[in-house]
């Protein structure tokens, strides 16, 4: 068994597993939908999920933890996991091989050649630890003698601290002591900025936007899926729309298509993911290398390196992904993956130098709190930011959203949408619900969305939280906002025409809608008069009343002049006639001399903002189409006291305690 | 050549070691992150309505006991000598502020009105209060508030601030750093709510001073309303239940003395008011140890009575005062 | 790839080998995983889940509430879709299958220490809550006695019939000891406690008069009621009016045009049957059909949405005041009626 073949079953074992949990994500029990399958695994076994959460919100979640094994993994061995496991990485393999398929021999090796901008993916990485570090930084800081994780914390930034002086040593090319000094002066000037104020310090965590397995994840469940969709409610409950998909789309396939041109481009320049690891790697006890140098120079090796580390000559351990072709290319047997480093010498990783790393770090945590200047946390929130049922309040949201689309995918109606800007640039395609897409509103009894979500930025509540029943009635249940009716459009208040469609969908009981009835007066009505009438029918001049279009029960007509204002329930009419119901009739008659009005019977909707909880049904079902006359936006939510419109949400303002 | 070999070996070998030990020590670095800051449950449900009753926190009662229960009523169009006279029927300044004491004056400062609008405490009243609690031997004089307005131009624009300067008081503006959450136990809207508490810290008697004016909301904005301007955060919402908040702030703190400007009251148009056609002439000051008993007295000035106010009644039932005025020692001037 | 020509060795085949072992041992546990359901998720969803063309998965209501202590299974659940339905249910499938089945599950239990005391359970899962009810009124036992569980619920001396939302359950025992009983209702009170599906008044209530009604025979006739195949979703009630015991019914229709529908095709109907009209003494109820269908009395009519009346009554004169209180009642009933009584305008509905 060629270790290569394994290797490539691997990779297809991955891939296959892969897009097998992408498409169980549909709530059932059936062995094809959700059941038990692990479908957040790739998520908790990538490492810079773990640690971009450990940055920007102190803490290791729960199924994150599976992230360490392939830290240990490759701190022994190498990037396996870019080379065996990383389903985004097969696929980029896999079109790289179908690229250079009929491609000569020297073409091949030069689209492997080693190139600098192979750093660029560091640069990516490091600025995205920036932006997430300030609140572990901040919270070290604040950390006392009492607390029992005060030993591990310790220990664990002891060695954090040893490794990273360490990694400075190494990068210190030169003597300038000046430049030594830039390393730890930031750090300090870091600590004492977090102490003090936590404007210019924030974390925001943006590891999902290019991290591969997000990514992966986000266009195979917002694009691929739906396209390829058999339309029978197969894959998901209604045919799936999401808005802004295009652009993800064309960032999957622009990367997808870019390996024709050179071979896992994606891995080599921009995966963050793979940089993390190349980090890792440096002290791994097995690596590729010579075992004799010179060797036969026949540069077989070079002509399939999917990490474009130059096998041929002085190989670049960050970068080998473990592909292993080189070996099975290796005519003279003089690769090998040994204990010993390269004869043909090493280098560890792409030349980033000390500025750049600096440089990218810092500018990543100089990004956030300017994208925050704005005020787009506080005064300047968007209420049209409806967020799912469970999120946590926006700062913290945004220290763990990755981005990858496991609540769009699961969420039975299809409500949860890629957000475009309107959480600003940091929330692009974090879920926001759009009422007007999906088959429904947010079903109020469901809880699936924080279920899948992997990184707890939509919190797992439970059936009684979600619906405040038993030990959370006093709280009531969670609200994602409030429905607000557009007087100007809704059909009943602006137009004369009888409508509860709202109403009645409003699935909470008691209802959070409510009417009042308001009889209208026609237009018509002014100038009718009456020619003869009996107790249960009135004729009149002309013909003046559209025929047959006042039998629907809503229309009344009532006398003015004579003591008997009581409307009357049209029952049929003609063009100048029309009949009421028996049950009452007009004890006297309306005479010529009278004046008679005719009015339909409309039922106003009005929100009661103590029962809504921003489901959004009534939104979904508002027959005004475009622009609806009933709209959720997000004041009252439950995650955001401040922003609560009565009692019920404002006692506690310093809400949430972090776990 | 054996001698090279052996070398190299053993530079491979210490290689190797260093490899491994590096490795390792990433592994236990590694591992130890993890365990560390392992969160297995993640982020919790935090009650917005607190199961158990938050544990009460509440200022310290500022009443001195030996002169408790008095209140008397000035007729006297000129408000330095209603004052003087007011504080000498109450028993004088001397049997509320000891020396070295440090004193806390509430004034209304909400809007950034005029002096002359009555809209706010007026500042010669502010500087007289101060000029008084100097005499009595009081060590400092702080004067705050937490206008509704911009806070700066409110001390500047009613004269407050200059006044209470000159005058040798302090003005402490507020700030987002000297609110604490607190509750009044057994409270249904001040729980956990962030109030002007810092200020506080150290004095030994607050003096609350407010004109007597009309109220769209309440009815009537006096000395228990005046406490209105403790409250921080978004503290508006409470108007949807007035008198259950100006209830609830009389238990919040209790004064040694309160002092309500009926000289010229602002009778409609409440709050802000804006127009001197909004005032009438009373010539009445009031003071007392008694907030509720003083609102009594100053709804009189307002044509009306404690029945108007739903407030008054339930802040007696709740305990912090008495609406029977003639039942404390009440003084007339 | 360009590949060099080369047998593998020994020890490249052996780690080969193993690493495929982790690959086999990592779809094993995870096969393993997947039976462990995420805990509240399929459990509440169910109304949201994906519809399956496909059947449904596997049976799992008995793992959904807790057994009574002193219950054991002592038998594996077996599950039946609308085509097996009558594999074990024979005939009687047919009703079910009118009214709105889903789905069936049933196990036996047995008490511990008593294996002569056994039961099982029925658990029909149907359509909507009204299927449910459909079935439960349809198959009610005269001699039953009525239960204060769930939705609706009545005992007889060996069995515990229930209606919770839309499910129907039927726990039937083999012995008539007062331990199966108190068994039977642990069983049936665990159930409701898994189930809370929204409670409200019985819908069905409303619709009839409280005078003379006796609220145990409320019935649902999903289909073909009195003979029609379009007389769907009927209530019927039994009324006792001086000694008479008469048949009520009632029906909500999508709206007045149906219900008149409804009324001229069910006295077109009876017609076929040489009905013959009777003289009504109310003359102003024009609304009204009263006929005499051999020898019985049928009285009907609509009223806004409702289509009602009375059904094969002795008595003509009693069936027509009974039809009156009917009519004055579902009057008063119709949303738009407050408006014809003088005074307050302000109709809010709930």
Known sequence: ????????????????????????????????????????????????????????????????????????????????????????????????????????????????????????????????????????????????????????????????????????????????????????????????????????????????????????????????????????????????????????????????????????????????????????????????????????????????????????????????????????????????????????????????????????????????????????????????????????????????????????????????????????????????????????????????????????????????????????????????????????????????KPCIVCQENCPVSPKAIFTREYFSRLRFSESLKIKKAGPLYVEFDGERLPPGQLETGDYYCILRGTGDADPRRILKNGADRIEIYPQNPWKKPPAPENRVEIRIRLQQPYVDIDRCIGCGVCEHECPVSGKRAIRVSAENESRHPKHALTFAGTHDTHAFRKG | MQKIDKHIKEYDRRQFFSRFFKAGFSIAAACTLGYGFYDPEGPHHASRHLSADPTADVFPDFSVPEARGRICRVREADRAKALGLALEALGGIGAFIRKGDRVLLKVNAAFASPPVLSATTHPLLVAEMIKHCFRAGAGEVVVTDNPINDPRSCFLLTGIGKAAEDAGARVVLPEERLFKPMTVPGAALIRNWPVLFEPFNGIDKVIGMAPVKDHHRSGASMTLKNWYGLLGGRRNIFHQKIHDIIMELSLLIRPTLVVLDGTTPMITNGPTGGSLSDLVTANTLIAGTDPVAADVLGATLLDKSAHDFPYIGKAEAAGAGTTDYRSLDFQEI | MAEAKRSPGPKETLLGLFLLGVLAAIAAGIYVDQYRFYPDLIEHTADLRVKSGFGEGAATIFSRFELPDNLTPFSESEHFDAKRLSDKINGKAELYLSA???????????????????????????????????????????????????????????????????????????????????????????????????????????????????????????????????????????????????????????????????????????????????????????????????????????????????????????????????????????????????????????
């Open chain 3, 100 to 350: 709105g089945f889903v789905r069936l599950e049933t196990r036996r239990f047995q008490v511990n220490a008593h294996p002569e005391s056994w039961m099982e359970a029925f658990i029909y899962r149907m359509r909507d809550p009204q299927s449910a009810f459909a079935v439960f009124s349809m198959q009610k036992r005269k001699d039953g006695i009525p239960a204060e569980l769930g939705q609706a619920a009545y005992s007889t001396a060996n069995a515990l019939y229930l209606v919770q939302g839309p499910y129907y359950l039927e726990l039937v025992a083999s012995t008539e000891t007062s331990m199966m009983k108190d068994a039977l209702h642990a069983l049936a009170s665990a159930f409701v406690k898994a189930f809370p599906e929204a409670q409200g008044p019985a819908p069905e209530k409303p619709y009839f008069p409280p005078e003379g009604l006796n609220p145990e025979s409320i019935l649902l006739i999903p289909a073909d009621a009195f003979g029609l195949e379009t007389l769907d979703r009927i209530y019927t009630a039994e009324y006792r009016l001086e000694d008479a015991v008469m048949t009520a019914f009632v029906s909500l229709r999508a709206d007045a045009n149906e219900a008149r529908m409804l009324s001229t095709a069910y006295r077109d109907f009876l017609l076929q049957f040489d009905a013959q009209p009777l003289e009504s003494p109310f003359p102003d109820q024009k609304g009204w059909t009263a006929l005499s269908v051999m020898g019985m009395t049928e009285i009907f009519f609509s009223q806004g949405p409702y289509f009602a009346g009375v059904h094969q009554a002795a008595d003509p004169e009693k069936a027509m005041a009974l039809t009156a209180y009917l009519n004055d009642h579902l009057t008063g009933m119709l949303p738009a009626i407050p408006a014809f009584k003088a005074g307050s305008r302000e109709a809010i509905s709930k």
């Open chain 1, 1 to 496: 068994m060629s270790i290569l073949n394994v290797r490539r079953v691997s990779q297809g074992f991955f891939l296959l597993l892969f897009l097998w949990f992408c498409v169980v994500a549909a709530l059932g029990d059936a062995w094809w939908q959700l059941r038990g399958w692990p479908v957040n695994w790739f998520l908790e076994l990538d490492p810079l999920t773990g640690l971009g959460t450990l940055l920007s919100t102190h803490t290791l979640y729960n199924g994150l933890f599976w992230g360490l094994v392939p830290v240990i993994l490759t701190i022994l061995l190498g990037r396996f996991f870019c080379g065996w496991v990383c389903p985004f990485g097969t696929l980029h393999q896999f079109v790289g091989y179908l690229g250079r398929r009929r491609k000569a021999f020297t073409e091949k090796r030069m689209a492997n050649r080693y190139s600098r901008w192979q750093a660029v993916k560091y640069y990516i990485l490091f600025w995205m630890l920036g932006a997430a570090m300030a609140d572990l930084l901040v919270f070290l800081s604040g950390i006392s003698w009492n607390d029992p994780q005060f030993g591990w914390m310790t220990a664990a930034l002891f060695l954090i601290g040893s490794l990273l002086a360490v990694l400075f040593h190494t990068l210190y090319q030169e003597q300038k002591r000046f430049d030594a000094l830039i390393f730890p002066v930031f750090w300090v000037i870091l600590f004492v900025l977090a102490l003090k104020t936590t404007r210019i310090f924030q974390s925001s965590l943006q590891t999902g936007l290019l991290d591969p397995i997000p990514l992966f994840h986000r266009s195979v469940n917002l694009i691929l899926l739906p396209l390829v969709d058999p339309g029978r409610h197969t894959l998901s409950a209604a045919f799936r729309h999401y808005q802004g998909a295009w652009l993800i789309g064309t960032i999957f396939f622009t990367a997808v298509f870019l390996n024709l041109k050179s071979p896992r481009f994606y891995c080599r320049y921009v995966c963050p993911l793979g940089a993390l690891f190349g980090l890792f790697a440096r002290y791994s006890l097995g690596r590729i290398g010579k075992t004799q140098s010179p060797c036969a120079a026949c540069n077989m090796c070079d002509a399939d390196c999917e990490g474009a580390c130059s096998p041929a000559t002085s190989i670049v351990w960050g970068e080998c992904v473990l592909c292993l072709n080189c070996l099975g290319a290796c005519t003279t047997r003089q690769l090998a993956y040994r204990v010993r480093p390269s004869e043909g010498g090493e280098i560890l990783l792409p030349d980033f130098g000390r500025r750049g790393f600096v440089f990218s770090m810092v500018s990543g945590v100089a990004a956030v709190p300017l994208l925050r200047a704005g005020g787009g946390l506080s005064h300047g929130w968007n209420p049209a930011l409806v967020r799912p049922p469970g999120a946590l309040p926006e700062a913290a949201f945004l220290s763990r959203c990755i981005k990858c689309g496991q609540c769009m995918r699961i969420c039975p109606t299809g409500v949860i949408q890629p957000a475009g800007l309107e959480a600003g640039l940091e929330g692009v395609w974090t879920p926001v619900l759009d009422f007007r897409m999906g088959t429904s509103g947010c079903h109020h009894t469901c809880i699936a969305c924080g279920h899948l979500c992997p990184t707890a930025a939509i919190r797992a509540l439970s059936f009684d939280e979600r619906l405040g029943r038993n030990a959370y009635a006093k709280d009531g249940p969670v609200r994602i906002g409030t429905a607000f009716i557009d007087r100007g459009r809704c059909l009943p208040w602006a137009m004369d």
